[in-house]
């Protein structure tokens, strides 16, 4: 199975899926290439929701779960 980080600077992580409007279009193209989340994809999403002072924490988050 694939992982992948899906990181929105001002999304909530709630908004991150293939129903909206501004991502579904991504899961789309995904799924063209045979990767579903579930099947043959994981989806890690985060969020700055909007507050830039927390962008460095987050980038360091997501770099953080990359395994060794």
Not at 39 to 59: F, M, P, W
Request: a negative charge.
């Amino acid at each position: 199975m694939k992982r992948i980080a899906v990181v929105s600077l001002g999304s909530k992580v709630g908004d991150i899926h293939s129903g909206n409007r501004n991502f579904g279009p991504f899961f789309h193209e995904l799924s063209q290439f045979g990767y579903v989340e579930g099947q043959s994809l994981s989806v890690e999403r985060y969020s700055g929701e909007g507050r830039i002072e927390h962008y460095i924490e987050l980038a360091h988050d997501v770099v953080s779960t990359v395994p060794i």
